[in-house]
Nanobody, 128 residues
Framework: EVQLVESGGGLVQPGGSLRLSCVASMYTGTYSNYCFEWFRQAPGKEREGVAASDHYGSYSIISSAKGRFTISRDNSKNTLYLQMNSLKPEDTAMYYC????????????????????WGQGTQVTVSS
């Protein structure tokens, strides 16, 4: 069982910045062994993965956010971050973090809806 609580969303002007946080409480395993991913979903659009952090210390960012977004994690605080700079109106969405332990056999992280644990989301609105 994992509980995830996101925060840091809000209303920001185009070109502005926000830092999202996702604090995790887990009852199985240790935080450092978990895979995490930030997703977003805009009204009328499908949910998409934005940035991922695996248990090996590797990160990935969706191409539309490269150079603007940075994902990081603090294993000592059980917290995942998403620093978002140069925000655009098209970044407007509900942002969610998701988590799961890496596969014991393959070491792989979940993909998309394979994540079993999700937070409640935090709204990001980019508008002038």
């Amino acid at each position: 069982e994992v509980q995830l609580v996101e925060s840091g969303g809000g209303l920001v002007q185009p070109g502005g910045s926000l830092r999202l946080s996702c604090v995790a409480s887990m009852y199985t395993g240790t935080y450092s062994n978990y895979c995490f991913e930030w997703f977003r979903q805009a009204p009328g659009k499908e949910r998409e993965g934005v940035a991922a952090s695996d248990h090996y210390g590797s990160y990935s960012i969706i191409s539309s956010a490269k150079g603007r977004f940075t994902i990081s994690r603090d294993n000592s605080k059980n917290t995942l971050y998403l620093q978002m700079n140069s925000l655009k109106p098209e970044d407007t969405a509900m942002y969610y973090c998701a988590a799961d332990l890496a596969d014991e056999v393959t070491g792989h992280c979940p993909v998309g809806n394979e994540y079993p644990y999700w937070g409640q989301g935090t709204q990001v609105t980019v508008s002038s």
